[in-house]
């Protein structure tokens, strides 16, 4: 078949086969047709084509719509940078390292002792040894008033035993209460922690002041 | 249907299927371009402004796109 060296009325053709050509130029159309083989054949494809409907799914639309002018107006077409995307990325991540690691630490974390008594034991610890007592009595240098006042009267608290350890600078009413109050401290239930005064320290302590 | 339009029924279909194996082989902006100059009616202007290209890069999508299917047609 020979080739058909007039492009123009080829590429007329698809106007031709839509009837959207004017009427001069339908007519030259057709009469180019009448006595050229390859485009007679190849409008008789685009017929065929134009007919089979097998174009739908290939048409992106969404790129078709972004061409409307007035979607362009109403919805503008934003696209976040790549960039924005990398830092969010990072901010995710640091905030997971952060969760996790404060999970980790609240874990790992030892566990508060409330029990007062418990407390009173490791305060009482230095209590018997009246040699370790020296810095105790150092901050109590007028032990006769205010450290007898806060064993005698006030009611027992660590705090004051702890103070008033050096049993030189007590009077035998404060070395009883003292004892009395010792005593009361071994009478802790067998569950909770001993105190480091035990009984033997304290039955030494009245043997000294016997 | 008739005895002859069964077979009409079925020519036509194989001649789709024949169409559609031709669309295949071509690029997808030469699918684009086709697809609204043959089956839209869409002049080479509008489909520059729909894929947003110029006319003549539409028209040469076009022309190497009919030619593809031409020939795909022809060897089958």
Sequence with gaps: MNRCSDSDIRELLPDLLHGTLAADARGRVEAHVATCGECREELDVLRTIKTAAVFAPQIDVDRVVRQIPLYRTIVPVTERPARTRVVSWLVAAAMAIVVIGGGSLVLMKPKVVNDPRAVVSTQLSPAPNPAESTPVNSRVPAAGATGRTAVVSAPPHPRALALAANVDDLSDGDLRQLMNDMNRFDALPASEPEPVISVDSGTSLEQDLR | ?76
């Design chain 2, 1 to 76: 249907m008739s005895e002859y339009g069964a077979l009409d029924s079925l020519i036509a279909e194989e001649a789709q299927e024949r169409v559609r194996q031709s669309l295949d082989a071509l690029s997808p902006t030469q699918r684009e371009v086709f697809t609204l100059r043959v089956q839209q009616g869409l002049s080479y202007k509008e489909i520059a402004e729909v894929v947003g290209s110029t006319e003549g890069a539409a028209r040469v999508h076009y022309h190497n796109a009919i030619r593809t299917v031409k020939e795909f047609l022809r060897d089958e």
